[in-house]
């Protein structure tokens, strides 16, 4: 997936900045705050921060994803660029106005954890080469999400996350109307929040009008990796 520079209006880049205030005070996993300090500086924000009541889940923090092992140390904060932030905080809007909201599977991705993940699965179809250019992940652009309830719970969708099979394609084709209904809200949310989605993953959201974009290595916030 190749990157696209992005533009983005300074009237958005001031929502974020109202969002961050007023949302002042919500803390990362122990032992995060300088990592978040260092991202703030360079266009990265923590998304719990920014978007009101979304749930955070990094898969890569566990064994749960396609790597099949932590790819992400316990400390890792949920991070996005700044543009994406408003635009999750705007889907986030959207879903809550019908009972639902945001879970957070996966959101900035250091460039040595891309490798590790590629050095894992080697797979083009589902990550891309790091000789090819990097995921939209590694510039805070790119988020993995789902739908959770009014409590936070997740909701039944088509497939596991980091699930690479037909069942995970973006567009379900299956006869389970629950699934369908909450496909279809959470492609419409991200979809009229402004996000592209891919044909694949039905997790998968990337931010093409993002600004301020940068990759981010782990060493450049000071993140230390579990390998």
């Not at 409590?151 to 980091?162: N, V």
């Amino acid at each position: 997936m190749r990157f696209v520079a992005p533009q983005f209006s300074s009237l958005a880049l001031l929502g974020v900045s109202v969002l961050l205030a007023s949302c002042a005070g919500v803390g990362g996993p122990a032992g995060s705050g300088n990592v978040i300090a260092r991202a703030r500086k360079i266009g990265l924000v923590h998304a719990p921060e920014a978007i009101p009541g979304v749930k955070i889940d990094l898969r890569y923090r566990s064994g749960g994803n396609a790597g099949g092992r932590p790819l992400y140390p316990a400390n890792m904060p949920c991070l996005v660029n700044r543009s994406t932030a408003v635009r999750l905080a705007k889907a986030q809007k959207l879903l809550q106005s019908q009972g639902y909201g945001l879970k957070i599977w996966d959101a900035w991705r250091p460039v040595e954890a891309h490798q590790a993940l590629w050095n894992a699965v080697k797979d083009p179809r589902y990550v891309v080469p790091p000789s090819d250019g990097l995921s939209l992940h590694c510039y805070g652009i790119a988020v993995d999400v789902t739908l959770v309830d009014s409590l936070g719970r997740e909701l039944r969708m088509p497939s596991k996350y980091d699930e690479f099979s037909p069942a995970a394609k973006a567009r379900y084709t299956g006869g389970d109307p629950e699934i369908r209904r909450n496909v279809e809200a959470l492609q419409s949310a991200m979809r009229d929040a402004g996000f592209r989605s891919i044909p694949d993953e039905w997790w998968h959201f990337d931010n093409l009008n993002a600004t301020n974009v940068r990759r981010v290595s782990a060493e450049s916030v000071g993140l230390k990796l579990p390998y």
